[in-house]
């Protein structure tokens, strides 16, 4: 590689982001660049000419493998729409100055649907204009909703973290007084998309029988059946949980969060904040049936419990990473690094191509024959899907009996280094 590579971060972070970082780090100086630019708050960053050498802030192969393991974006993110290419040149003409002065070869965007979609418009400028750059996405998001890969990094380690906390909670109702009712709801992220949601079903196994419903957004939810369902259950059984997803909506497709009223933020793509069901739900359980109930809101835990990542989720992070420097450095453009998966017994998997056109703000929903006819819990080939990506684990380096992170000092920062 005889010119610099550019990396940046976008859209909500996961468990592992920081390992496809390293991964991209890693093979831009194996491969001989001279720099490796960090955008600081992705391409909203950049235009700001917010930018780090990275060299300066990964000093050693322990620095790599910390980074590996520290969760939430090291470079910082954003969640910024370009313009359309034909609406405002002005902001590409920045872009590209930038990206000249830099001498940059490649440049990569660690991201999801959205921020693939800055991937496809500076890639068609480029060609447009004749410029020489490459860009080449990695694809990154818990919610597991890009389309073309058979999954992202950063779902794995979430669905583990989901998993896990699922089945605690569920022993922690187990304990609960003697002849009380309790009903505990869930909720968890994952947007339009219920695999995460889904996962919370791999609790399930021979010391915990794994949530009572599970609910995602796929399926239209109605209130009045749910309660109905509940006090069914409550006939059997005293203690209950439920998962839900933060994006269930009923079938006119007003989310549940909405009722609550907790927010009513819209974001750059115009997704709404969806937070505040599970709080709802637990109060019409309160009113209409009568018992305690309880909402636990997995939130930003979801995605940001590095210290129980998935190791296949660690190490797929990585090579995706890695991936998209060498497709990048051959002449690809345009493009999303996927995850093939080769095998499940044992389970392994390999790196493909797309074009990013085909990726770029789309969004791949549960399949309907993997939930069940009523709409309340997953099937098995869901399940047996989900369960090879949360193997293993990826042990932190411990510190004062903490995980240890590797940090920016915090702050916009300066204009370049
Ligand atoms: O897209 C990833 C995600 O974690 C979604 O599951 C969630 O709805 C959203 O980001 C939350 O984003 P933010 O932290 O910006 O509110």
């Given amino acids: ?32 660049a001279k720099k490796v630019y960090g955008m600081r ?34 470079l910082g993110t954003c969640r910024y729409k370009l313009p359309d290419i034909h609406e405002n040149q002005d902001i590409y003409v920045k872009i590209f100055e930038i990206l000249d002065k830099l001498n940059i070869e490649c440049f990569i965007y660690i991201g999801g649907n959205d ?83 889904g996962a919370s079903a791999l609790s399930r196994g021979e010391d915990c029988d ?10 239209p939810f109605e209130i009045d059946r749910f309660v109905d369902r509940v006090r069914k259950l409550l006939e059997k059984k005293d203690v209950i949980v439920v998962a839900i997803s933060e994006g269930i909506r009923t079938a006119e497709g007003k989310y549940i969060s909405e009722f609550s009223a907790a927010t009513d933020y819209v974001d750059a793509f115009g997704h709404k904040q969806l937070t505040g069901s599970a709080s709802y739900l637990a109060n019409v359980i309160n009113q209409q049936v009568g018992c305690k109930a309880r909402a636990v809101e997995f939130s ?8 129980l990542a998935s190791r296949v989720d660690v190490n797929e992070a990585f090579m995706v990473g890695g991936a998209a420097v060498k497709a990048a450095d051959e002449g690809d453009t345009g493009r999303m690094v ?3 998966r080769v095998s499940d017994d044992p389970y392994q998997s390999a790196t493909g191509i797309y074009d990013v056109h085909k990726i770029a703000n789309g969004e791949k929903l549960v399949p309907r024959e993997w939930i069940n006819k009523e709409g309340t819990y997953v099937t098995e080939e869901f399940i047996d899907y989900v369960r090879p990506l949360i193997q293993g684990d990826s042990p932190c380096v411990m510190v004062g009996g903490i995980p240890r992170h590797l940090y920016m000092s915090s702050g916009r920062g300066k204009k370049g280094e």
């Fill in 210 to 219: 794994g949530p009572d419903l599970i609910y995602l957004p796929e399926v």
């Fill in 41 to 74: 708050f992705g391409i909203q960053g950049l235009l700001d000419e917010q930018y780090v050498d990275l060299s300066k802030h990964i000093k050693n192969d322990l620095d790599v493998e910390i980074l590996k393991r520290t969760p939430s974006a090291f």
């Fill in 115 to 197: 921020s693939m979609d800055t991937i496809k418009k500076l890639s068609d400028y480029a060609i447009l204009m004749g410029k020489s750059q490459k860009f080449v996405g990695v694809p990154k998001t818990i919610d597991n909703d890009l389309a073309l890969t058979d999954h992202t990094p950063g779902y794995g380690s979430a669905a583990k973290y989901i998993a896990t906390s699922t089945k605690e909670v569920i022993r922690d109702g187990l304990g609960f007084s003697y002849k009380k009712k309790l009903v505990t709801i869930i909720e968890i992220m994952g947007r339009n998309a219920g695999w995460l949601t």
């Fill in 338 to 340: 996927v995850i093939d």
């Fill in 1 to 32: 590689m005889k010119g610099n590579v550019i990396v940046g971060q976008s859209g909500g972070p996961t468990a592992v982001i920081n390992s496809s970082l390293a991964g991209v780090y890693r093979t831009a100086i194996d491969r001989g």
């Fill in 300 to 307: 930003t835990l979801q995605r940001s419990a590095a210290h």
